[in-house]
């Protein structure tokens, strides 16, 4: 049983009431440090990394809005890789958690924000929140993670990247996608579709120079400026 697996394992038999259950760092010495990316959710606090099972000083934990990676070259893939890097981070884990505020911002915001105007959206909120759901959710938002991380040319392929869910109330943690069973062609992404379009602009083409320009051809960008008043004493 490898590292997370054995952490999954003890999570839930924790649980379910076994008193005895956890994990031994020691037998797992070659897996750790692990590298976390969650949510920062205050809720999440006090789960990690407790619920892991990790010391503290093998648990190198990152965060951001919902756990969120956009591209296979993003901020964030570059802060996992950083920690594998330089802090030697041998597995990552992205841990989404049920109830995330950030796929629900206008049920939790907009009353709040438009109450000043005496607008009630919480209806409009309600029915946009579930289409929005069809098309996202904490679960798949995981899947997506997994995928721009394991298909990144900055983490090595002989890191393991897994994808879990946390429960905000019990602790518990679920597989969503085990990094040591996941074939890496499930994961290829093409890069080219993956970035933003160039926002350098195009040097602007060269203007004619205008009759006053050219009546000065001795005169040279970086060069010594004539003297005052032609030199005259």
Known sequence: ????????????????????????????ADALP????TCFDPRLHPLMPEVLGVAESDFIW????????TSPLSSTVRSLA???????????????????RFFHPLQHLLPDHLQFFGL???????KLNEFLS??????????QAVKFARASPLISKSIPV????????????????NGYQAAPLEFSIDLKETQPPSTIPEAPAPRPAS???????????????????????
Do not use: Y
């Not at 049983?1 to 076994?18: K, P, Q, S």
């Not at 897994?162 to 996608?177: K, S």
């Open 1 to 28: 049983m490898r590292l997370f697996e054995a952490i999954v394992d003890a999570n839930h038999r924790a649980l379910a009431g076994d008193s005895r259950a956890g994990i031994r760092p020691a037998e797992f």
């Open 34 to 37: 692990v590298v976390v990316l």
């Open 62 to 69: 990152i965060t951001n809005a919902g756990n969120i990676i």
């Open 82 to 100: 950083l920690a594998c890097a330089v802090h030697g981070g041998k597995e990552i884990a992205v841990i989404g958690h049920n109830d995330c």
């Open 120 to 126: 009630n959206v919480e209806g409009a909120a309600a």
């Open 134 to 143: 069809q098309l996202v959710d904490e679960r798949k938002n995981v899947v």
């Open 162 to 177: 897994h994808g879990l869910m946390a429960h905000t109330e019990t602790g518990q943690l679920d597989w969503v996608i």
């Open 211 to 233: 009759p006053k320009e050219k009546s000065f051809p001795g005169f040279k960008i970086g060069g010594d400026l004539p003297p005052i008043g032609g030199g005259l004493s």
